[in-house]
Each structure stands twice: as structure tokens, then as C-alpha cells.
């Protein structure tokens, strides 16, 4: 305020005081963007000879400073070059000041999608997009700004393993969505194109983010599961974790064809059980069980394949005894006593006695473990 007061009692003897701070790089700039302002909107001839000579924190104070310029040309051409300066914080600025400083509309805006390209500045997109979905204020946009959101956007999903930029893309799509955008299933195409081209196979939280699945189900009209299996049907034992993503998905967007396909692979010559339980374990309603069930098990009755369907809803993982667990299980596999499928109602018994044993070994190592603790 006291640089910007000094402008305004003498222009002249304030922009030498600013000449003074940026070939000092006196640690006085970063208070010195309102009088850099002042300065410039008195003599908007000074910002060539500023950005060419000014330090870093000179040029981080001319962005902060560019906000306040009258004149829109001179405002454009100061902060268009910034944001391709050769230093991040100074680039970091002006994307700080393109967000909370300007409306974010025609040449800003362009320059805002420019710059959320670039390293991690895709939040400048993500909150411009936010506010769109949420019914704020927002630009309207045109074909070619539709065209760089968009190609923005989807270039996110070439970074399988930043569980923080997934987090921020999983954001960008739900809002997209809700702008007409329809990204969701072209990002994950890409990503799994990316999942399945890499030399090292990621885990699931890197392949697919949970909001991104959800998304999928939300958005699935069903005609992408015939894809999703033809992936599913490529992948080996060393894409366990892509198999599984892509599992979710083929349950998340069963056009009932699904079924189907767990038949023809119960009936191959050599059954891949593997895959029908990697299937039948993801999560679904127990109805969507039962059509899974009862289509692999009218070409496949046998006690293996039986095994395979109990094992595959069996509690992977636990807090406590797992007693509850099974019993649970064991009354939902119970509902199927009376169903007008025999291999229903004999999975029905077969599941009883399983799970009866399952039930005793579990009490029997809680009460052993009481005792070892008790010792």
C-alpha cells in the first residue's frame, strides 16, 4: 500500500522505487504487486523492459500485479507471457491469478486450458469445470474450448499410478458428465489401453479409481460390456489386476449377455474356473448371482464347478471372527432350498455343508487363539 501510495503522489519517483526493489531483488516484491499495477497503468511501457530484466520474484509480483491492468492488450501480453515462462513459480502465478483474479473467459480462458496441461496445473481445469457443474457463473464454450476440455481431460488417464491426479480426474469426469460431456468410458478405454501396454502391470486402485467404476455403472448403456469381455478374454495370469478391473466393469455394464459368457466358459473343454471365480467374487446383488449361478452350473453341475461358487463369495478378508460371516453366507446360499432349479438346490446343500465346516475350523482357531492368549 505504501509503494502504491507513493505512485500515486509521484508516478515517476514510484516506478523508479519499483526499478530500485526488481534490480535488487529485494524481498519487498512480493508486496509490491498493487504499486506494480499502478505503475503500469501509468506507464504500460515499463512491463517489456520489467519482464525481460525482473528477477523471478519480480516476474511472480507482475502476475499477481496483471490482474488489476486497465488496459486489456497489455494485460493479455504480460500474462500470455508468463505462463510460458521458464520458471514454475512464475508460471504457478499466473495460473493462480488466470483461476481467482479473472473471469475466465475468452483469451483467459484459452490460455487457463493452455496451461492445465501442463505438469500438475490440471486443478485449474478441475475447478473452472466445478463451478460449470455446479450452476455458478461460467463461460460459455465454444467448439474449439469444448475440443481442449475435452482432449485435457482425457489425457489424464495416461498417468495410471498418481492415486492424486486419478483423484482429480475421477472429479473432472463426474462434472464433465454432468456437462454433456460423455467422457467417462472413453478415459477408461484409454486407461486400460495404457494398463495393458505397460511393462509392469499395476493393482487396481492404479488401473481403475473406485469413483471411475461408479461412474461407469452410472453412465453404461450396456453396449460396452461385448468390449469389456473381448479385453477380458485376452488377458493372462500375469493381468490379474487389469482382469480384475475389467471384471467390475463387465458386472457394472451386464446388458444380460453376461451369462452368457460364463456358460461358454463353464462348458469349454478346459473350464476356465479361474476366471468364473475371479467373476463371481466381485460385487454384485445376490439376484445377479443367481443368474450367474444358475447359467454356469446348467452346463457345468459338477462338484469342482460347486466349489468354485461357494469359494468365490466366501469373506476374502475380515475385522473380528469370521463365525457371523458365515453364517450370514450360509443363510443367503440357504434362500436357493427351494428354488425350482435342482442344481440350485443342490448347490443350496452342498453350500450348507461347506460352510458348517467353515464355521467349526473358525471357532475352533478363535478358541485356540483365546487360549494361547490366556497362557
Known amino acids: 500500500m505504501l509503494f502504491a501510495h507513493a505512485l500515486e503522489v509521484d508516478p515517476g519517483r514510484g516506478t523508479e522505487i519499483i526499478d530500485f526493489l526488481l534490480q535488487d531483488d529485494s524481498p519487498l516484491l512480493r508486496y509490491a504487486a498493487v504499486a506494480i499495477a499502478a505503475a503500469l497503468n501509468h506507464d504500460g511501457d515499463r512491463a517489456s523492459t520489467w519482464l525481460t530484466g525482473a528477477p523471478e520474484a519480480g516476474r511472480v509480483a507482475l502476475a499477481w500485479g496483471a490482474s488489476e491492468l486497465r488496459d486489456e492488450e497489455l494485460q493479455r501480453g504480460l500474462m500470455e507471457t508468463l505462463a510460458r515462462d521458464g520458471q514454475e513459480p512464475v508460471r504457478e502465478a499466473t495460473a493462480r491469478v488466470l483461476r481467482y483474479r479473472t473471469a475466465l473467459d475468452g483469451w483467459q480462458l484459452d490460455l487457463a486450458l493452455e496451461m492445465s496441461s501442463e505438469g500438475d496445473r490440471i486443478w485449474l481445469l478441475a475447478d473452472l469445470i466445478q463451478e460449470m457443474a455446479d450452476g455458478e457463473s461460467g463461460p460459455s464454450l465454444d467448439p474449439e474450448q469444448k475440443d481442449a476440455i475435452e482432449a485435457a481431460v482425457l489425457a489424464t488417464a495416461d498417468h495410471p499410478g498418481d492415486a492424486r491426479s486419478d483423484e482429480v480426474a475421477a472429479d473432472l469426469l463426474e462434472n464433465t458428465e454432468k456437462l454433456g460431456f460423455g467422457l467417462v468410458w472413453p478415459w477408461i478405454w484409454r486407461r486400460l489401453d495404457q494398463i495393458a501396454a505397460a511393462d509392469v ?56 449377455t453376461l451369462a452368457d459368457r460364463l456358460a461358454d466358459w463353464a462348458a469349454a473343454a478346459d473350464p476356465s474356473r479361474r476366471r468364473i471365480y475371479r467373476l463371481l467374487e466381485a460385487p454384485m446383488d445376490w439376484e445377479r448371482l443367481e443368474t450367474y449361478a444358475t447359467a454356469v452350473l446348467a452346463v457345468d453341475p459338477t462338484r469342482e464347478m460347486m466349489e468354485t461358487l461357494v469359494a468365490a463369495r466366501e469373506p476374502g478378508s475380515y475385522i473380528g471372527s469370521r463365525v457371523p460371516l458365515y453364517e450370514n453366507l450360509g443363510n443367503r446360499f440357504a434362500e436357493w432350498s427351494s428354488s425350482d432349479d435342482p442344481n440350485l438346490v443342490r448347490l443350496s446343500e452342498f453350500a450348507r455343508r461347506r460352510l458348517d465346516e467353515r464355521i467349526a475350523e473358525a471357532k475352533l482357531e478363535e478358541e485356540q487363539m483365546r487360549e494361547s492368549f490366556g497362557s
Open 201 to 256: 502391470q499395476r493393482g487396481l486402485a492404479d488401473a481403475l479409481p473406485e469413483q471411475v467404476i461408479a461412474l461407469a455403472g452410472q453412465t453404461t448403456d450396456g453396449s460396452e460390456v461385448a468390449e469389456v469381455v473381448r479385453r477380458l478374454e485376452k488377458t493372462t495370469l500375469a493381468d490379474w489386476q487389469l482382469e480384475k478391473a475389467l471384471i467390475r466393469l463387465a458386472v457394472i455394464g451386464d446388458d444380460g
